[in-house]
């Protein structure tokens, strides 16, 4: 099996003598970004390959095929305050979706200190939550991840209207079945790499 990003990066990286905090400083990143890299939770976008290439001295296409290796497993949430819901509803998800990792939240709160630190690309949200409701943690989300995938879950079809003008790409009335699900997953505004049905 050929080499991963991570482990590419991470063998230039050291084979130049360099900790992270010294090759962020010279690509204008966070340290914990070259960290995310070398743990393969995340893939730097053209221009930064483009600027590891110059400052490890290797041949871009190199990353390019290591980047072609490399495939991140989706991160799917579901935010619901109801816990028997959410049991119910990650059961459908991780059995349509084997190959993502699908966490769920009681706590919208929780649900953002998680998407600060992993890239979500699908997230199933309740709209009526607590202080913070889905239609806010939908907005948030997208402010951490413009492209985050966002489903509303709701009883109450009422709130289509108000849920469109939050940037959401779908809807689904609750409880979630696997025909939703699959309806979906065809509809999602950005098509997510290593996705399978």
């Given at each position: 099996m050929k080499d991963s990003f991570a482990d590419t990066l991470k063998q230039f990286r050291?084979?130049?003598?360099?900790?992270?905090?010294?090759?962020?400083?010279?690509?204008?990143?966070?340290?914990?970004?070259?960290?995310?890299w070398e743990t393969g939770r995340r893939i730097p976008d053209a221009v930064l390959l483009l600027r590891i290439s110059k400052c490890l001295d290797i041949d871009i296409n190199?990353?390019?095929?290591?980047?072609?290796?490399?495939?991140?497993?989706p991160n799917v949430i579901m935010v619901d305050d109801e816990s028997i819901i959410l049991k119910g509803g990650m059961s459908v998800i991780g059995?349509?979706?084997?190959?993502?990792?699908?966490?769920g939240f009681t706590s919208p709160t929780e649900a953002l200190t998680f998407a600060k630190s992993n890239r979500v690309h699908l997230a199933y949200i309740d709209i009526e939550m607590g202080k913070l409701n889905g239609l806010e943690?939908?907005?948030?989300?997208?402010?951490i991840n413009p492209r985050t995938n966002v489903i509303y879950l709701t009883a109450?079809?009422?709130?289509?209207l108000e849920a469109w003008d939050t940037g959401a790409c779908g809807f689904a009335v609750k409880p979630l079945s696997a025909e939703q699900v699959r309806d979906q997953l065809t509809r999602l505004r950005f098509p997510i790499r290593g996705l399978r049905l």
């Open positions: 050291t084979d130049k003598k360099l900790s992270q905090q010294q090759l962020a400083d010279m690509l204008f990143v966070e340290r914990t970004t070259i960290a995310n190199i990353l390019l095929e290591t980047i072609d290796n490399t495939v991140e497993e059995n349509l979706l084997p190959n993502a990792s699908v966490t943690l939908c907005r948030e989300l997208l402010k109450y079809p009422d709130y289509a």
